[in-house]
């Protein structure tokens, strides 16, 4: 199975970095007794992520034995599998029979999620340093922030946490010299080229520059996450008064 759900990356997501190649061929890594990372280039990349999203359902749909999960991430995927069922070899031979008919592959297309976030004060303490640090104003901060579409590349980390790719180069800041031992749940971060939310309450070193309202992670529920990989993330900023009527259900 495939634990991450797969969208469908499109030519209108913004670009974190130049087009990086893939590579031309897929490169193996053995991890462990039981797992087999197959990756498709260096960097955070659109063309990249869609090469491995795809490769992903595929095999995923192609069943092959001794497959117990696959998880994408930004440039690679992980086969976790049964070693007395198959090996090594044999999955990278399955790799490459998948990857002939690709093109012939399609997968779900990406929705569009709203996340209303509150910036800056009590739910944003790092947005004065981004705003400081880019000779900006909070204001634009949040204008920029919210103005644009990002691709969640992968969720990992926490439940839920999810790394979006498509962050104006303006607002790239680095990480926090020392994590802090609490971040909310529903925090909205940034660290260098990304930005993210923490679906749940955790450690973390990005900078805070808003919080969402939404409850992001609802482990009973049968789909836990709001959203998944391969979807798109637009900000809507939203006032205190707003958050918190959202919160308790209210709005």
Request: hydrophobic share 40%.
């Amino acid at each position: 199975m495939i634990t991450i759900a797969l969208g469908k990356t499109t030519k209108a997501f913004p670009k974190t970095d130049a087009m990086p190649k893939l590579y031309p061929e897929p490169i193996f890594r053995v991890m462990g007794d039981r797992g087999l990372l197959v990756e498709y280039g260096d960097a955070i990349s659109p063309e990249i992520n869609l090469k491995v999203r795809s490769m992903a359902v595929a095999l995923d749909r192609a069943r092959v034995k001794g497959i117990v999960e696959i998880i994408p991430a930004y440039r690679s995927f992980l086969i976790l599998y049964e070693p007395l069922e198959t090996d090594v070899e044999e999955l990278k031979q399955s790799v490459a029979r998948v990857e002939v008919g690709l093109e012939d592959i399609e997968i779900p297309p990406p929705r569009t999620i709203e996340i209303p976030v509150a910036y800056g004060g009590k739910f944003g303490p790092d947005i004065e340093f981004v705003a400081q640090t880019h000779g900006l104003s909070i204001d634009e901060v949040i204008t920029i922030h919210s103005g644009n579409a990002y691709q969640i590349y992968m969720i990992a980390f926490t439940p839920g946490f999810s790394f979006l790719g498509g962050l104006p180069e303006i607002l790239h800041s680095p990480r926090l010299p020392t994590p802090r031992a609490f971040v909310p749940a529903g925090s909205v971060g940034i660290a260098e080229k990304q930005t993210g939310i923490y679906a749940i309450e955790s450690p973390g070193g990005w900078r805070l520059i808003g919080r969402t309202p939404l409850k992001l992670f609802q482990p009973l529920a049968r789909e836990p996450f709001l959203y998944s990989a391969g979807d798109l993330i637009r900000f809507v900023p939203i006032s205190a008064e707003e958050y918190n009527q959202i919160a308790s259900g209210s709005a």
